[in-house]
């Protein structure tokens, strides 16, 4: 069971250049969220799903666009990345919704520099 | 590599002993409260979960208290091992199962001496 699977582990990117970070889950979990991890912040919330065909901004959705492509997959695009977005990024999933298991599983994180 | 918070506070504790990892969340009305581990270069694993009608709940070698009157969450390890070196964050949910907003701490680094 692999859990939350994210690629790539690791990328570097110019400046206005575009990517998508991939993610799929196993665990068939309705909802789906992309976090950035930032040195001496706590994880910050770009983008989730709450169910398949549904998207919705967190705290820091600027420079980011998702795709909810089905209940397995959440892809996190970059249009035009720019150095602020250098950070590592944390896909994760949940059941939210059902009292005895909303827990949070996150999967091994992607770490992106943007010269 | 480590991509956690280069200023993290730092608990250091001998292999044996017990620590006490602490979290101050800002919303009293936040109902779902978490404790994570985070290894260098992983993500967050999950360690144990509270709701706000719960003052304690004990897993194994971990004990997580919630004090709702002064907003406080603590986490305990018992007799903790090398293998217990990590960040260790909480994590609260602000508000009724409708919402997905999870807000993180910035997080402790357990350093373990043998």
């Known amino acids: 069971n692999a859990g939350v699977t994210q690629t790539p582990k690791f990328q570097v990117l110019k400046t206005g250049q575009s990517m998508t970070l991939q993610c799929a889950q196993d665990?068939?979990?309705?909802?789906m969220y992309w976090y950035r991890q930032d040195p001496g912040m706590g994880l910050r919330l770009i983008y989730y799903s709450a169910s398949e065909g549904t998207t919705d901004k967190g705290e820091v959705p600027n420079g980011y666009n998702v795709s909810r492509l089905n209940k397995r997959e959440f892809s996190l695009r970059l249009e035009s990345a720019a150095p602020s977005q250098t950070s590592v990024y944390f896909c994760?999933?949940?059941?939210?919704?059902?009292?005895?298991?909303?827990?949070?599983?996150f999967g091994s994180g992607t770490q992106l520099s943007v010269l | 590599g480590e991509s956690v918070g280069l200023h993290l506070p730092t608990l250091s504790v001998q292999e044996g002993d017990n620590s006490i990892i602490n979290c101050a969340y800002s919303?009293?009305?936040?109902?779902?409260f978490i404790w994570y581990k985070q290894e260098s270069g992983k993500g967050p694993q999950f360690i144990i979960d509270?709701?706000?009608?719960?003052d304690k709940r004990q897993g194994q070698r971990v004990t997580v208290l919630l004090n709702k009157t002064v907003k406080h969450l603590s986490l305990q390890i018992a007799a903790t091992q090398p293998g217990d070196s990590a960040v260790y964050f909480c994590?609260?949910?602000?508000?009724?199962?409708?919402?997905?907003?999870?807000?993180f701490g910035t997080g402790t680094r357990l350093k373990v001496l043998a």
């Open positions: 665990m068939n979990h309705n909802s």
């Open positions: 994590a609260e949910n602000r508000g009724g199962s409708g919402t997905y907003k999870y807000i």
């Open positions: 509270i709701r706000s009608n719960m």
């Open positions: 919303n009293s009305a936040s109902d779902y």
């Open positions: 994760a999933s949940s059941e939210r919704g059902r009292p005895d298991n909303e827990k949070l599983f």
